[in-house]
Each structure stands twice: as C-alpha cells, then as structure tokens.
C-alpha cells in the first residue's frame, strides 16, 4: 500500500537531549513537509522540501533542523534549541507542481507525539 | 486569501447524508477550495478540491454555488468513521507558501 509512515507514533525524550522523528512515502511524491500541531490549534509550518537535497524553513523552523538525502525520505530532528518541543507532529507530501495547485494536496502520516520532560 | 466560515459542529445520522457548508464570500476568481478533515489523534486527511464546478470522488462530492461564494461539502452516507474535524480552506492557484492553515473547521458527529 502506497503511505506515509511516521515513527515511533509516541517519543519520550529528557530536556535537553536531541530527537529525531522519522518519515518515509512510497508514494513517488516530490515534495515533502513537517507541520506541528499543538492541543486545539492548528497547524504550522516547521520545514518543507520540494525536491531532493533542498529545503526550507517554514514559520518556526527555529529550534528544528531536517534533510533531505532521499526522495523518500525527510526526517525532523528536534534539538534542545527548541523551547516548547512537546506536541504532536506531522508529515505529509504532495505531487509536484501543476501550476502550484498540487503542493496543497497534501497527504499525511499518523504523526508522532513527543513529550519532553 | 479568503476567509472562510463555517459551522463549529454539526449532527448526522449514520447512512445518511451529512452536508456540510462553507462560506467563502470574499473568494478570488483564482482561489480553489479545498476540504480537509482529521479524525481525533490522526493527521489531517485531504478529501477535495474544486475551482467552480462541482466535483465529485470516491470520498465525497463538492458543490460550489454559482457566485462561488459558498461551498458544500456532501459525505452521501455518512459512517461512524466520518467522525472528526472537517476544514474548508481557500488557496490561490499559484500559490508558492506551500503550507495549509486550517480555521477551527466544523466538528461533524456521526450518531448510530
């Protein structure tokens, strides 16, 4: 079956220590990104990469840092820069440009929840 | 971009049709509406997209008024798995930011 799959779906990590959160697709998309959502909010943009070995920062990139070595492929390590690392994050991917509209069919995976203590 | 309104939270009968509305009314000639829902604990799951005409897939049909200034959103036999948060968004076609901002969308509660 063609997805996205996060892991581990739940992270406990110790203040101060990095994480990184995995995120795989089989589904031959181009462009990738990681959102954060936090209780009765809603998204926000942390990172998205539109092809292979290239990336952006989205609006709170700060704290986080990714990669993008592989097409299928673009995991989100949270470092002890980032302040308020407890939430729940997501990843999706889209289809590559079809005059821009295909970047917002976005596909997502089951997300991971990090609880940082 | 448009701002879009809808409903915080509607009923429905499990096997009927839940329908969902949208309103949209400062909508651009190119902005599409897209629907979105997430079921509790889950990540966001794209339904649909449309521009002017109606559109319909294996998960649901949109229907755009004629001034396209509302949209609804139509699950024709709505299951207990139709539970969860459904978010109508407008996006310019073009449009190079990438990211979906999700409102507070309305809460659908499928009933047995």
């Known amino acids: 079956d063609g997805g996205i799959t996060q892991s581990p779906k739940y992270l406990f990590r110790k203040e101060g220590q990095n994480v990184t959160l995995s995120c795989e697709q089989n589904?031959?998309?181009?462009?990738m990104y990681w959102y954060r959502q936090d209780p009765g909010q809603g998204l926000r943009l942390i990172y998205y990469?539109?092809?292979?070995?290239?990336?952006q920062k989205g609006d709170i990139a700060e704290g986080y840092s990714v990669s993008r070595e592989k097409k299928e492929s673009f995991p989100l390590t949270v470092t002890s820069a980032q302040k308020n690392p407890t939430a729940f994050y997501l990843c999706?991917?889209?289809?590559?440009?079809?005059?821009?509209?295909?970047?917002?069919?976005?596909?997502f995976g089951p997300g991971t929840r990090l609880t940082v203590t | 971009d448009a701002k879009t309104t809808q409903p915080p939270s509607m009923d429905c009968a499990e096997g009927r049709a839940a329908n969902l509305p949208c309103n949209h009314s400062?909508?651009?000639?190119?902005?599409?509406v897209y629907w979105y829902r997430q079921i509790h604990s889950q990540g966001p799951q794209y339904i649909i997209h449309?521009?002017?005409n109606n559109e319909t897939n294996e998960m649901a049909s949109l229907i755009i008024t004629e001034d396209r200034k509302s949209s609804t959103l139509i699950l024709p036999h709505a299951t207990l798995r139709d539970t969860a948060v459904y978010y109508c968004?407008?996006?310019?076609?073009?449009?190079?930011?990438?990211?979906?901002?999700f409102g507070k969308g309305t809460l659908l509660t499928v009933n047995p």
């Open positions: 999706a991917s889209s289809p590559r440009d079809q005059g821009g509209l295909s970047y917002y069919e976005q596909y």
């Open positions: 589904l031959n998309h181009d462009a």
């Open positions: 990469s539109q092809i292979v070995n290239d990336f």
């Open positions: 400062t909508i651009s000639g190119n902005e599409y």
């Open positions: 449309g521009l002017k």
């Open positions: 968004i407008v996006i310019p076609f073009g449009g190079s930011n990438y990211k979906l901002t």
